[in-house]
């Protein structure tokens, strides 16, 4: 079977090219039929008329082949191109009776057999299918002209153009001559006449089209007929002296008809150019003023009876010109109107249009207010203004706190129907002349132009009341509170300057503890300068080897000897003074270079600590911050760095806070406790920090994986002052509640001996401070671990 399938893919493969180059050998030769249909057909027109006084049969031959040929011609260009339109059915299906009359009741019978009868039934079909043309070429032109009249006033105007020369030179003068009409003459007169507005609206459809060339064809070909039946005519009055002329016309018009339907470029559907519509222009113009003139000659000219219409049809005609000329620019005039008013009503929907992109550019999409483009132009005309004068315009940033959390608790929804419900009370607070816009996500600002730093004041105040109104969602009520950044009576040069003044204080605000005021002062700025700067030296300062670790010991208060040391972080910049660690961490943190810095720390004090380990058995504690914990691979960083330095995972010590805890949202907050419950279950230990200065210390130790609580310093000084009944109290209840809870006890901030005594009499097991050794570096702790514990003591 795959063999079988391989060898037909083979032979489909091979045959593919010749496939290919027959079926374009098919098509070129379907794009070359016309032309041998014309020219082979041409030649036999032209020769039919010298061929009749041969033979009979060579007389009755072309108008058999040629008209039927033709009618084949239709037939294949009808399924060929598939002529959906039951008027161009009509239309194909005039000319295929007119071609088959032609053959069957002129060619067979009349000019072959004589009969009268065939020559009537002839006489009658083509008058049918004159007609019959001509009713689905107007109503062609009356459904796809641009105004619903204007194919057939065109049409109109081009056979009346036409008509007048045509009475005057030919019809006249025939008519003067016959004595009377008879069904001959009659039917010799109607033939011109259906010619004239067949040709009239075929002209008008293909300038309509662009001139497309089958339609050429096919008005050349109602030319032809045209002046066969005007020949025919000339005939009738003059006893058949034109009779050849009239033939070959006549055999023309149907070879003509076949080339069309033949033609590649037939195509049904309506393909207009504008080019189309200054042809036709010029065309109806030089009929309007030629053919009266040309009518009026031609009278003058030709004719030589007294009947009385003989003045009354050029006028009629002239008339009836001017009358499709009226109507024909009337409906120019109402295509002019209508596309007038579509372009007013575009110019109106293009400027409602403009006002809208213009608006939405300027304010913001969620609640309406203005954004950061229009505050900095209202700044900037504030300012500007007020450069004259020593009155500068007031400017209040507001900051949600913990937006984050709502967001992250009940989804973004709810987070943008708070701040719609925000900028709705803020709105309710501007006054007239004044201009709110929200800046970012949580992020407002209200522009006073004329206030001072009273009014300002005063404003923010009624700010904060109104975003700490609770909010209702669902039932559920929410609370939020904001930090606002106040810039008052402070000159400044543009409104960048003003907006980075100002965001310094709303900066200054949340750093305070938010839900607060703070206003702008040049002291701001140099400290965020000095901010900036630690910034920058942080992020060179791994790459330049700038940092450092310190190691103070933690002591066993009974036996005296080192039981850990806790790694502490050091900075000295190349060439300057070290820098403490209260400043350039909270910079690290924020900046999340601490992230880093952090990894670099644990590595290094899990190397140190190593040795220690292995010689000592003791342990080191690695300080941890918040931004660290929140990173998504905080676990195996941890993980990787034990296994790269080979320190135990019970010695290593991570040191926590509670006041990171508390600065994220109750989903994040689980999410560290479950990574640092999963680290406590691969042998870290955690420490609490700085215990019993947070908010609800107690509850977390009912949820933290706890190991180690460390109690913070400021409890340790006042346990010898003279009133020192609550310290103590204090102190004694936390090292009973952490043994009670079976977890270990560090006392901080140790600097005494008779503190030291106080602790151990507590019967607190642990304790670090600089009674025992200041931060010192790797090499001054192999030293310390060197000596006895009494010699550590001293």
């Known amino acids: 079977m795959e063999e079988t399938g391989y060898l037909r893919k083979e032979i489909m493969i091979q045959s593919s090219p010749a496939k290919v180059r027959a079926t374009g050998s098919h098509r070129a030769g379907r794009s070359l039929a016309w032309l041998a249909f ?9 020769a039919a008329p010298f061929a009749a006084g041969v033979s009979p049969v060579l007389e009755v031959l072309p108008w058999v082949l040629l008209p039927g040929a033709s009618a084949v011609a239709v037939v294949i260009g009808m399924r060929r191109r598939r002529a959906r339109s039951w008027l161009w059915r009509l239309v194909c299906i005039g000319l295929l009776i007119t071609l088959m009359a032609s053959a069957v009741g002129w060619g067979i019978g009349w000019v072959w057999l004589g009969s009268p009868f065939l020559l009537t039934a002839y006489q009658l079909s083509t008058l049918a299918a004159y007609a019959l043309s001509l009713t689905a070429l107007a109503l062609l032109n009356l459904r796809a002209a641009d105004s619903r009249w204007a194919g057939l006033l065109d049409a109109g105007i081009i056979t009346v153009g036409v008509a007048m020369p045509l009475w005057a030179f030919f019809i006249d003068p025939i008519v003067d001559r016959v004595p009377g009409i008879g069904p001959d003459l009659g039917f010799a007169l109607a033939l011109p006449v259906i010619d004239l507005f067949i040709v009239g609206l075929v002209v008008r459809m293909a300038l309509d089209h662009g001139r497309a060339p089958w339609l050429r064809l096919l008005s050349a070909s109602y030319v032809a007929m045209f002046f066969s039946d005007i020949v025919y005519l000339l005939n009738q009055a003059s006893d058949q002296l034109y009779t050849a002329v009239s033939t070959a016309f006549w055999l023309g018009w149907s070879v003509l008809v076949g080339a069309a339907m033949l033609h590649p470029t ?5 393909r207009k150019r504008p080019a189309a519509g200054r042809v036709r222009g010029t065309l109806l113009l030089a009929l309007a003023l ?15 009876g007294t009947a009385p219409y003989n003045g009354v049809v050029v006028t009629a005609l002239t008339v009836l010109l001017a009358v499709l000329l009226v109507l024909r620019l009337t409906t120019v005039a109402r295509v002019a109107e209508t596309q007038a008013a579509d372009l007013c009503t575009a110019l109106h929907q293009q400027e409602i249009l403009q006002r809208s992109l213009s608006h939405r550019a300027s304010h913001d999409p969620l609640t309406g207010l203005g954004n950061r483009t229009l505050l900095g132009e209202a700044l900037h005309a504030a300012i500007t203004s007020h450069a004259d004068t020593a009155h500068t315009p007031a400017l209040l940033l507001l900051d949600l706190d913990a937006f984050k959390d709502v967001n992250d608790t009940y989804g973004h929804p709810v987070g943008d129907e708070l701040l719609t419900v925000v900028a709705r009370r803020l709105r309710d607070l501007t006054a007239d002349g004044q201009v709110l816009a929200r800046l970012s996500g949580d992020e407002f600002a209200l522009l006073l132009p004329d206030a001072g730093i009273a009014e300002a004041l005063s404003t923010a105040e009624r700010v904060l009341a109104a975003v700490r109104a609770p909010y209702v969602f669902d039932g559920r009520e929410l609370y939020v509170t904001g930090s606002v950044g106040v810039l008052a009576e402070t000159a400044v040069a543009n409104a960048t300057d003003a907006l980075r003044d100002a965001d310094l204080a709303l900066y200054a605000a949340k750093a305070a503890g938010k839900n607060r005021i703070v206003v702008f002062d040049h002291a701001l700025r140099a400290e965020r300068l000095h901010h900036a700067e630690i910034a920058a030296g942080l992020r060179q300062a791994l790459a330049r080897d700038e940092f450092a670790m310190a190691y103070q010991p933690v002591v066993d208060l009974t036996s005296g000897a080192i039981y850990a040391v806790e790694a502490l972080l050091r900075w000295t910049p190349t060439g300057g003074r070290p820098v403490p660690p209260d400043v350039f961490v909270p910079v690290a943190e924020d900046t999340g270079l601490i992230v880093e810095i952090g990894r670099w720390a644990l590595e290094r004090a899990c190397a140190d600590a190593r040795r220690w380990h292995e010689r000592y058995g003791i342990a080191v504690t690695v300080n941890v911050s918040g931004r660290q914990l929140r990173e998504r691979t905080f676990r195996d960083t941890v993980l990787e760095v034990l296994v790269r330095s080979q320190l135990p995972r019970n010695a290593l010590t991570l040191e926590i806070t509670e006041s990171m805890l508390l600065a ?19 042998g870290v230990r955690i420490a609490l920090d700085d215990f019993g200065t947070g908010y609800s210390s107690l509850s977390y130790l009912r949820t933290l994986p706890v190991d180690i609580l460390k109690i913070d310093r400021s409890f340790t000084a006042p346990l010898t002052n003279t009133d020192h009944r609550q310290a103590r109290a204090f102190t004694r209840a936390i090292v009973e509640l952490a043994a009670s809870l079976d977890l270990s006890t560090v006392v901080e901030g140790v600097e005494s001996r008779e503190q030291a005594g106080v602790l ?32 550590q003591a001293a």
């Open 38 to 46: 014309l020219l082979l057909g041409g030649v036999a027109a032209v």
């Open 266 to 270: 037939l195509a049904f559907a309506r």
């Open 290 to 304: 030629i053919s009266p003139l040309v009518s009026v000659l031609g009278q003058t000219l030709m004719h030589t």
């Open 664 to 682: 994220t949202s109750p989903a994040e907050t689980q999410r560290i406790i479950d990574v640092l419950a999963d680290l406590r279950t691969h």
């Open 760 to 791: 151990q009499q507590m019967g607190c097991p642990l304790a670090q401070g600089y009674l025992f050794s200041p931060p010192a570096s790797a090499p001054q702790i192999d030293d310390l671990l060197h000596v006895t514990p009494w010699q």
